[in-house]
């Protein structure tokens, strides 16, 4: 059974960048699709970015596109989310996710497309 951790989580002033990790456990993450989900207080579950099984089709949403990059290291088994020119408005709990496919690789950040979750990592922005 895979299971996800996210660390690196932290409190970064505004501009300032950070990069959190996701450490897979109990099977590869090679064989799954992984993105990475945000939640604020009093607001809903946001998707923030996904990525291929093999690291080769990122998708980004609007509000953190061109400032965050996905990438992930399979033979370490680990997700990363570097963000940078980070802003008050990305202070979340930081979730990663995997979704294991077959077929054809598409994109979604549909909380409910994924299956496995870590419990999340506390970013705050703030001076």
């Known amino acids: 059974q895979l299971q996800l951790v996210e660390s690196g989580g932290g409190l970064v002033q505004p501009g300032g960048s950070l990069r959190i990790s996701c450490a897979g456990s109990?099977?590869?993450?090679?064989?799954?699709?992984m993105a990475w989900f945000r939640q604020a207080p009093g607001k809903e579950r946001e998707g923030v970015s996904c990525?291929?099984?093999?690291?080769?089709?990122?998708h980004y949403a609007d509000s953190v596109k061109g400032r965050f990059t996905i990438s992930r290291d399979n033979t370490k088994n680990t997700l990363y989310l570097q963000m940078n020119s980070l802003k008050p408005e990305d202070t979340a709990v930081y979730y990663c996710?995997?979704?294991?496919?077959?077929?054809?690789?598409?994109?979604?950040?549909?909380?409910?497309?994924?299956?496995?979750w870590g419990p999340g990592t506390q970013v705050t922005v703030s001076s």
């Open positions: 990525i291929s099984a093999s690291g080769g089709n990122e």
């Open positions: 109990g099977d590869t993450l090679a064989w799954y699709a």
């Open positions: 996710a995997a979704r294991y496919y077959t077929g054809s690789y598409y994109h979604t950040l549909i909380g409910t497309d994924y299956g496995h």
